[in-house]
């Protein structure tokens, strides 16, 4: 009897140890097959657990934006509100392409071919950008250029930007270089919320030169710069609601190779600019505003084609 309690006994352990051998390499299959390596609670340093252990579908509320942000280095997400209150998703990770909320006061919008080809661009001008009425998809604003160097060989700034409303194919002159606020800038529109144009001051064939921001006033006919700081380096990104920028900048010297270190967000209503985060070591990339809440059903390897 004895001998037989043994071999039961040593039976159990056995089986036992199968059972946390093959559970075990269950879960690591699991985990390394899973397109999230790890799930939100787990990447999250421990201050921001209990914070990300609320995290729901239905978390951020209607009127309440989040956006997302990387850091380079280690492919690091994050999400931010609009307040700088920040959590950290994880690494090698990304949010799907369907909860990145397109703004609905378009920034350079995708104007189809048959509606440029209805354009009547001026002698020696060249369709530069357009972006469309959130009211009415017939009405644009769009910037031509003029196509030909300047007497010293260099790109000229000259520009014109017009209405233009598809149905009745007709053009309206807004302004041009001689009528903006500076005329050693274009002024070329990235946003337009219903009477408000949102023009950023450039300077044509520069990727470096960004140089403000000003809104346009339809009705009123009148510019106001925006206090934005000089160290932006990346055109903003509207908010879904329109009251809100996002956008990136540098400590450091404004050239191809700035470093992007710095999140800014700019309340649009109060004309107030805030860091969100600023870190001489790393750079930092605004992917966009978020539809709705993050699950961990949301998040996908970063290298994951959604095409």
């Known amino acids: 009897m004895k001998n037989n309690k043994g071999f039961i006994g040593m039976g159990l352990i056995l089986a036992i140890i199968a059972v946390l051998v093959v559970g075990g390499g269950a879960y690591y299959l699991r985990t390394k097959n899973s397109s999230v390596s790890k799930d939100i609670k787990e990447n999250l340093p421990v201050e921001n657990q209990t914070q990300n252990n609320q ?29 700088g ?126 140089e403000g921001i000003w809104s346009y006033d339809i009705k009123t006919k009148q510019f106001s710069k925006l206090p934005i700081s000089s160290s932006y380096v990346t055109t903003p990104i509207i908010s879904p609601d329109g009251k809100y920028f996002i956008y990136g900048g540098t400590t450091g010297h404004k050239d191809l190779d700035s470093s992007l270190n710095i999140i800014f967000v700019y309340d649009i209503t109060k004309n107030q600019e805030k860091i969100v985060v600023k870190d001489n070591n790393f750079s930092f990339w605004a992917s ?17 084609d959604e095409s």
């Open 55 to 83: 995290l729901e579908e239905n978390q951020i509320e209607k009127g309440q934006y989040k956006f997302a942000y990387y850091q380079y280095q280690d492919n690091k997400l994050y999400i931010s509100s609009t307040d």
């Open 85 to 210: 209150e920040v959590t950290f998703l994880g690494s090698d990770v990304k949010i799907k392409k369907d909860k990145i909320e397109s703004p609905r006061y378009y920034s350079y919008s995708v104007m189809s071919k048959n509606v440029l080809e209805n354009i009547k661009l001026s002698p020696d001008m060249g369709f530069y950008s357009a972006i469309q009425s959130i009211d009415d998809e017939d009405l644009w604003i769009f910037t031509e250029r003029y196509t030909q160097n300047a007497p010293d060989g260099e790109l000229s700034s000259k520009y014109n930007l017009y209405f233009y409303n598809n149905k009745t194919k007709t053009r309206e002159f807004i302004f041009s270089q001689d009528k903006n606020p500076d005329p050693k800038y274009s002024f070329i529109p990235f946003a337009w919320t219903k009477d408000i144009v949102y023009l950023e001051a450039k300077v044509f064939g520069s990727a470096t030169e960004n």
């Open 288 to 304: 966009g505003w978020i539809n709705g809440g993050i699950n961990t059903s949301d998040l996908i390897n970063i290298n994951e």
